[in-house]
């Protein structure tokens, strides 16, 4: 079997990553599309959610990613797994979010985002690739009702720190204390995640409440 290698970082202001998502039918997409929805912005493998659609019937997942193969895989893995409350998308975040919250009309069942484990994009010139841009934070907290999370996951502080930062922004979001949180929010791990605890480092968490 040939092995799909797939590059760790694309470059989300390329051009070929411009092009809105196509809206899908979500009662096509999920089983019951009014359920509770958790929206997972660079959901990578899917390993995570996979987790989550089994051990949370009662919520929906979105899984929405940047790298085509990764999706092609995860959505695979969901197919295999006959999770009805599932779903895995190949798009731009910050192209596509607007369009695809937008398509859920007055009956807009997001309840939590989470953002995990992002490309870091270390070099100055380069932050500007970070998927966790003011507008981005500006759309999450339009469809957010009034109590929803948004939660954020990082090994590597200075990112963490920096989606903080662009959160505490927007008037709309109150973090939940100040420290980073010492577990999880969540009953399942990244793959990420997995790997940074095995090697005894941290994962720096914060949660945001929509006021």
């Avoid at 899984?63 to 959505?75: D, H, M, W, Y």
């Avoid at 992002?118 to 999450?140: A, G, Y």
Wanted: proline residues 8%; neutral net charge.
């Amino acid at each position: 079997m040939a092995v799909v290698r797939v590059r760790q970082h694309v470059n989300p202001l390329s051009g070929k990553y411009q092009a809105p998502v196509e809206v899908p039918n979500w009662s096509a997409v999920f089983a019951n599309p009014q359920q509770p929805l958790h929206i997972d912005i660079g959901c990578a493998k899917g390993v995570f959610l996979l987790q989550m659609a089994q051990l949370q019937p009662e919520w929906n997942f979105l899984g929405l990613e940047i790298r085509k193969p990764v999706v092609e895989s995860a959505q695979k893995r969901q197919q295999e797994a006959e999770l009805t409350n599932l779903h895995f998308m190949y798009c731009n975040v910050n192209i596509s979010l607007r369009s695809l919250l937008e398509s859920w009309g007055d009956q807009n069942p997001l309840q939590q985002v989470s953002i995990q484990f992002p490309d870091p994009w270390f070099k100055k010139r380069h932050q500007k690739r970070r998927v966790l841009q003011p507008e981005l934070v500006s759309t999450i907290a339009e469809f957010l009702p009034s109590g929803g999370r948004l939660v954020v996951q990082s090994d590597v502080e200075e990112v963490a720190v920096d989606m903080c930062d662009r959160i505490a922004e927007n008037p709309h979001f109150l973090r939940q204390g100040q420290d980073w949180l010492p577990e999880s929010p969540f009953p399942a791990q990244t793959d990420r995640e997995r790997v940074t605890l095995e090697q005894g480092l941290p994962v720096h968490r914060a949660i945001f409440i929509r006021a």
